[in-house]
């Protein structure tokens, strides 16, 4: 995975010990659980088929014996060292029935019985017949009764490890998901953390609805490859070495057939990568694409509505739903061509060719049936990680694509965040030739030059486009200028952290944003240095206290997203106490008297003329009446200060001012925002 694989792996690395001690209990939970087809085997091979075994006679008190026709016998792998044995012996099935045979040697091949004769017929086509004895249901059972302690230890070991295979599993799961929850927490802090750092002009270009996705979806696959792909590999690659590892120890030539399966599936996951790659980066591309347009689309429903755009809304979302149920089509069909069905192929194929073989005696004599039941199982077991490791290649891909997005967003520039205060500044602000651009030689603004006074009022107007919104954008650094430097109390305002710098600015946007919460915290952003007085003395000095006390729950009434519940008018005021509450040096109305009503309006006039004193304030204005005691009032045109000057000069030279002036008051539309 490359550079992407590196930097998962060092999120993986900051909880390292529960992830690695979840690895370490699942190598436990598959070592314990390959133990099994072993316990099979010699159940098999030892328990139940060993009764063909050949049986001694021997002393009725030596242990394990079966009693037959007054005799005593005793198997001979089970005789101690030195004791004496009797007279030879054999158990033999034809068939469902079992029969007495006496002595040891007896041709190997197809039995059948004709009475009290057996004949064996060797592959060779030579035959041999013994007579035989044939046994009772409970005569044959005391050829297995010496066994079933055996047996039921060996069956109680294999249900022990089962449980203590459960057990490390369980611990393995809880770890590594635990684990898992808590990278994509701590990626997802970070990431929000890296959009509180980025540049406003970043969000320009980039609709919210993406970054959510980057946020919330991406993050939520590369926790599924912590959770699921890391666990299914990792579990895969122990189990196929630990059942490569015991079919060579059962027989080398089982396991050289099982051996092609490692190949095949490195060059299956190869394969599948290719393909899966492209269309997972469409996929991803799509869905932020369909989540943008939704968080646009609930953003902007009133003007859909108003101006009838619902058809062509639809349109415009089917658009980008239907590509997107295209290339999941794709993907659908690519795991479909590439799931456990191909799996379960080559399992039966290998199966196929195992037991042609085991019919054929190819493997030997040193192959018997309980040695072929563990590889059957153990293949059966193989697969399971297979089958794990190809069902989990699609969130592999879905995980990496998603990661690059992620980390292509954390490698965004960003501002470091300032800690500390600074002192408040006076609030002289000088702008010295600044000439700005948004796009390269589109310039905004030109040779702009003008000083504000500690606790002036400088007015900026002009028509839509003529720079005074980025006057404003320049000082709040919400941009940085490219030539001419902007100053605050004599500091270059690039030299000061973009934090500190704005720790005593203060801004009243025309349109306030409002988030979730109540009006008290609304205006206090909850921030602890504002205190319940401070909120109340802002409201009061806005003249919004009495206003919103009539409410059902007073300044503690709920505000719901954007506070939509609330009018126009008390939005701003909102706003405007939230600024005050700060208590700024620098103070920036935008348009903040816009949407408000000419009484409301009258009401923060009032509370202006008091609260400006000792306060550098910037006003953009399309109320030209509400700046008449502004100080300075500087008018722009086309990114240049064409007059300067206050109310009264400006009017006498009978220029752009004047005119502006005279066609509002003149009842012509007042509509010159910026």
């Known amino acids: 995975m490359g550079l992407t694989g590196k930097r998962l792996f060092q999120y993986a690395m900051l909880y390292k010990r529960p992830i690695l001690f979840a690895l370490a209990l699942l190598a436990l939970a598959v070592s314990v659980e390959l133990l099994g087809p072993f316990i099979a085997k010699r159940m098999i091979d030892q328990n139940i088929l060993g ?127 635990t684990s898992a929850n808590k990278i ?36 939520e696959a590369v926790r599924e490859l912590f959770v699921a792909v890391l666990a299914n590999f990792f579990s895969g690659v122990v189990y196929m070495a630990a059942i490569l590892g015991a079919l060579f120890l059962l027989s080398p030539k089982l396991a050289l057939v099982a051996l092609p399966l490692v190949p095949i599936l490195l060059l299956w996951i190869v394969v599948y990568r290719k393909f899966a790659g492209r269309y997972n980066e469409v996929i991803r591309n799509k869905l932020s694409d369909i989540n943008a347009m939704i968080n646009e689309s ?82 059966n077991r193989m697969f399971q990680p297979i089958v794990g490791i190809v069902n989990q290649l699609a969130n592999l891909e879905t995980a990496r694509v998603s990661a690059e997005r992620v980390f292509k967003l954390l490698d965004e520039p960003g501002i470091d965040v300032a800690t500390g205060k600074l002192d408040r500044y006076k609030g002289e602000v000088a702008f010295k030739n600044v000439t700005f651009a948004y796009k390269a030689e589109e310039y905004v603004l030109k040779n702009i030059s003008f000083e504000a006074r500690q606790g002036e009022t400088v007015a900026l107007v002009g028509h839509t486009g003529s720079g005074k919104s980025s006057i404003l954008n320049l000082l709040f650094r919400f941009y940085d200028v490219e030539q001419g430097t902007i100053s605050v109390d004599g500091t270059d305002v690039r030299d000061i952290p973009k ?123 399309h109320r030209l009446s509400t700046i008449r005691q502004a100080d300075q009032i500087l008018v722009l045109d086309h990114g240049e200060i064409v007059e300067r000057g206050n109310h009264d000069s400006l009017m006498a030279l009978r220029g752009k001012y004047y005119a502006m002036y005279q066609l509002q008051q003149g009842g012509a539309s007042p509509v010159l925002s910026a």
Request: proline share 3%.
């Open 51 to 177: 009764i063909e075994k050949v049986w001694y006679e021997a002393d009725a008190k030596s242990g394990k014996t079966a009693e037959y026709d007054g005799k005593f016998y005793k198997r001979e792998d089970r005789f101690a060292k030195g004791e004496a044995k009797g007279a030879p012996a054999r158990v033999l099935q034809a068939g469902a029935s079992y029969y007495w045979l006496e002595g040891a040697d007896v041709l190997e091949g197809s039995r059948q019985v004709d009475g009290g004769t057996m004949t064996v017929t060797a592959e060779d086509g030579r035959t041999q017949e013994y007579a035989v004895t044939k046994l009772s249901k409970s005569e044959v059972f005391r050829f297995y009764k010496p066994e079933i302690p055996g047996l039921i230890t060996l069956a109680t070991s294999y249900f022990g490890l089962l449980l203590l295979a459960a057990v490390f599993t369980y611990g393995q799961r809880l770890l590594l998901q």
């Open 184 to 219: 994509v927490q701590r990626m997802r802090e970070d990431v929000f953390a890296h959009t509180q750092r980025l540049p406003v002009q970043y969000f320009d270009n980039l609709p919210a609805g993406k970054v959510v996705s980057r946020i919330t979806n991406d993050t």
């Open 298 to 379: 609930i953003n902007g429903m009133p003007i859909i509505q108003a101006f009838r755009r619902q058809k062509m809304t639809m349109e415009e979302f089917d658009e980008h739903n239907k590509e997107f149920y295209k290339y999941q089509n794709k993907m659908l069909s690519l795991n479909s061509i590439t799931s456990h069905n191909l799996v379960n192929v080559f399992r039966n194929i290998i199966f196929i060719a195992v037991i042609w073989m085991f019919w054929g005696k190819w493997l030997g004599s040193a192959v018997t049936v309980g040695v072929l039941y563990a590889f059957v199982d153990y293949m």
């Open 499 to 621: 934090q500190l710098l704005r720790q005593h600015m203060g801004i009243v946007l025309q349109d306030p944003f409002l988030f979730t919460g109540t009006i008290a915290s609304n205006v206090s952003l909850d921030n602890p240095a504002i205190s319940r007085g401070k909120v109340e003395k802002a409201l009061r000095d806005v003249g919004a206290y009495d206003m919103f006390m009539s409410l059902p729950g007073g300044i503690d009434e709920p505000v719901i997203e954007k506070g939509s519940t609330l009018s126009a008018g008390q939005r701003q005021l909102i706003s405007f106490a939230r600024a005050l509450a700060y208590d700024p040096a620098i103070l920036i109305l935008d348009e903040a008297t816009a949407s408000i009503d000419t009484e409301t309006e009258a009401v923060i006039q009032a509370a202006l003329d008091v609260l400006k004193k000792g306060r550098t304030t910037f006003v953009i204005a």
